[in-house]
């Protein structure tokens, strides 16, 4: 077995003093760029251009509006302009209103997730992240960020050479309304938009939390008690620097074991005036799920608008804004917030929410976009539906840090082997040039470090963590202090280069924020590593469950040692590479650990989903099955009903509905009938006693070709499939 030999690691300032952003006060000869689609232009043209005016006098820009046919314009187009625009005339963001093109990526931000719209691309223009090399109209990465051969996505959003040189936002009414309707919802927005900038709008100082109560393993919420979500949602209020609880600041805390009052409440609260509020549920393109059978469609919110100004939907793919009735325009559009921050893909958030992109910047004065040039530490799922451009708070002046240009960050003696441990560490000096302290943080005062995965396949495997000790650090004037930063390796990384980058953020408006840069150099990783094959979904085929052939072919280890494998999941265990299992219906974790004779891998779960979609077989007889003579007379008739269903022994079986080919007569005359009262003409011809007996008329129209009485019955198994059979009583005309 090869030794692990770390090389050293290497810090850089990538940004210093106030140069890391343009403040609204500092955007002299810039400009901010409508693109609108025509069709929204010609019928909102008075309020879109109020909109371009309230921008440029707010933000002291020149604005200019480009109106596109959104049918023929492409992606390629649109952003060959907006790096025209950022060249020529010092474009510092873009507002794209009605169907502007999609872009996707085809890299996965999320396992097992696959390519993601994104606007992102509009964002960075240098062409690292952002190429079609088949041609597909899919933008795929071919870049190999960390060196380590492999063409990775995920560790690209970590490094220096991934920013974004614009921020944008989408103005998009869904496309499950009419366009009539989308027209007026577009309307309704810019003129409650037009309001906010003029006063004539205000919200509440405050905000709204809601997590998500229900047992989530990828989240540090499961089973939590009302007292440890309340002490997070006071740590993000702390955090954001937004409001003030001393002060009187409202906090609507969102929380109830009861999961539709948890989901009512949640509603409510935004549906107040609020400035922000954070929700972190499960979620889908329409709907957010808040355990059992709680969920919130687009609908909800159309029921019950949102009122609050910002709000973050921390949920899988809420804001895909391809999908006709996306959730995340619903929340914008229904009611009277004004932006929204969702995510197109598939997410992870783990443990304590936090405020993504920093709210803290929001407070020192930036615009929602501006914040959105620091958010290299969200995937570029993310996207921002609404007004980029506008503030929750008054820009302010204040004093300047400086940073030393390079650290290097020597390995420790004796770091070899491996295991969890200290591999490096260093400083970074950090110098107050102003006139007034500056107290220094890392992104949340309450976190020490960031968790970095290397993708594998559809599956995260290596990772290593940037520790930062020292903060929050209040310098004094002309006061220079050194911060410690720490590279930690948990023994699974491949051998290669490793970049990553992290953000500091100061309370001087001068420079709200600095990026620090890292490299850590690793050789020789021996340690196996464990591929439990993608998530798999399989037909219940018994009561007990369905087999599964599990598969960890995948897995390997550098040096052609072989391998054992073994899984484990509630209740059993297995060992080979493809054993065949059995396991119960619903979801399971299986891990799976392989051995190369030394030392165990990381374990690696692969999710197995049991489900019947199968309805139940079910026939349906009845007698008798022809009434005579047409004497008027109720007579009882008789069904069996037989149902077969593989996984549930006892299906549910009901009536539906017994109807006839002619009408049930009254009081009233129907020619469609009989021409004169008579035979046919008897009300209430179906009945069904208290026993449940069904009984029908034999009558049957004098004129007609003869009564039939059709009854349905219908089962349901256990899993909400269902089944309908039929079965008819005929009344001939004549026999």
């Known amino acids: 077995m090869k030794k692990n030999l770390f090389r050293g690691a290497k810090w850089l300032l990538l940004a210093l003093c106030g140069l890391a952003v343009l403040l609204p006060s500092a955007a002299a000869g810039a400009t901010v760029a409508l693109i609108v689609d025509g069709k929204f232009y010609l019928d909102l043209q008075p309020e879109i251009e109020r909109l371009a005016a309230d921008i440029a006098r707010d933000l002291s820009v020149t604005t200019v509006v480009e109106v596109v046919d959104g049918a023929t314009v492409t992606a390629l187009s649109i952003r060959a302009r907006i790096k025209e625009l950022y060249t020529t005339q010092g474009l510092l963001g873009v507002l794209l209103i009605g169907d502007i093109p999609t872009a996707y990526l085809g890299d996965y931000p999320t396992p097992g997730s696959g390519a993601f719209a994104t606007d992102a691309y509009y964002e960075d223009l240098d062409d690292y992240c952002y190429l079609d090399p088949d041609g597909n109209g899919v933008f795929n990465s071919v870049v190999d960020a960390d060196g380590d051969g492999d063409l990775d996505w995920f560790l690209k959003t970590w490094i220096s050479e991934h920013n974004r040189e614009v921020w944008s936002g989408r103005l998009l009414p869904p496309t499950g309304a009419t366009y009539a309707e989308r027209v007026s919802m577009l309307w309704s927005y810019l003129d409650r938009n037009h309001m906010y900038r003029t006063g004539l709008r205000t919200y509440s100082r405050g905000m709204v939390y809601a997590e998500s ?68 549920v499960h979620g889908s393109d329409t709907g957010q799920w808040f355990g059992g059978t709680n969920w919130l469609f687009s609908s909800s919110y159309q029921t019950t608008p949102a009122n609050t100004l910002l709000i973050d939907l921390a949920s899988c793919n809420n804001g895909d804004f391809t999908a006709a009735d996306y959730l995340g325009g619903w929340v914008l559009f229904a009611g009277g917030a004004l932006a929204v921050r969702a995510n197109t ?7 304590t929410l936090r ?15 501006e914040t959105r040039l620091t958010n290299v530490l969200s995937s570029d799922s993310n996207v921002l ?63 020490t470090s960031i968790d970095h995965r290397k993708p594998w396949g559809n599956d995260f495997q290596s990772r290593f963590n940037v520790e930062r000790t020292d903060f929050p650090m209040t310098l004094q004037p002309g006061e220079t202090r050194a911060a410690s930063v720490i590279f930690t390796y948990d023994g699974q990384a491949g051998s290669g280069t490793y970049r990553a980058s992290f953000l500091l953020y100061t309370d001087s408006p001068a420079t709200p924020y600095m990026w620090v840069g890292a490299e850590m150099s690793l050789l020789d990783d021996t340690t196996p590593v464990a591929d439990a094959g993608p998530d798999q979904e399989v037909e219940q085929t018994s009561v007990a469950g369905a ?51 030394q030392v165990d891998s990381a374990p690696d779960t692969v999710v197995i989903t049991i489900r019947d979609t199968t309805a139940p077989n079910i026939t349906l007889s009845v007698s008798p099955t022809t009434l ?52 046919g003409n008897t009300a209430g011809d179906i009945q069904i006693d208290e026993n449940g007996n069904l009984y029908v008329r034999a009558e049957r129209a004098g004129t007609g070709s003869g009564r039939i009485y059709t009854i349905i019955f219908t089962a349901t198994d256990a899993s909400g499939n269902s089944a309908t059979a039929s079965a008819t009583v005929t009344v001939p005309h004549n026999q």
């Open 547 to 597: 087999q599964v052939t599990l598969d960890g072919s995948r897995s390997y280890d550098d040096d052609g040692d072989p391998i054992t494998y073994r899984w484990m999941w509630s209740g059993g265990s297995a060992t080979g590479i493809a054993p065949t299992i059995v396991l119960p219906p619903g979801q399971t974790e299986v891990t799976l650990v392989v051995n190369d004779g």
């Open 628 to 679: 005579w003579p047409p004497n008027h007379k109720m007579v009882l008739v008789a069904p069996t009903v037989r149902v077969i269903d593989a996984c549930d022994p006892s299906p549910m079986v009901g009536l539906t509905s017994i109807t006839m080919n002619e009408g049930d007569q009254a009081s009233t005359f129907d020619p469609n009938y009989d021409t004169a009262v008579g035979s």
């Open 385 to 447: 539906l609404g007004d980029p451009t506008l503030r929750l708070r008054a820009p302010d002046d204040g004093s300047c840090m400086s940073a030393d240009q390079a650290v290097v960050v020597l390995p420790p003696a004796g770091a070899l082997g491996l295991g969890a441990g200290q591999v490096g560490s260093g400083e970074v000096l950090l110098t107050n040039e102003g006139a007034a302290p500056v107290t220094v943080y890392t992104r949340i005062t309450s976190m």
């Open 355 to 369: 405020p993504d992109p920093d709210l803290q910047l929001m407070n020192l004065g930036l615009t929602i976009g």
């Open 213 to 280: 109560v229900t047992h989530n393993g990828e989240m540090a919420d499961g089973e939590d008690d009302q007292a440890t979500i309340y002490s997070r949602a006071l740590a993000v209020i702390d955090d954001s620097w937004l409001f003030d609880r001393s002060a009187g600041d409202v906090l609507d805390f969102v929380w109830s074991e009861d999961l539709t009052q948890h989901m009512n409440l949640w509603l409510a609260g935004v549906h107040l005036p609020y400035e922000y509020g954070i929700v972190n």
């Open 345 to 351: 893909t598939p997410t992870m958030y783990v443990g």
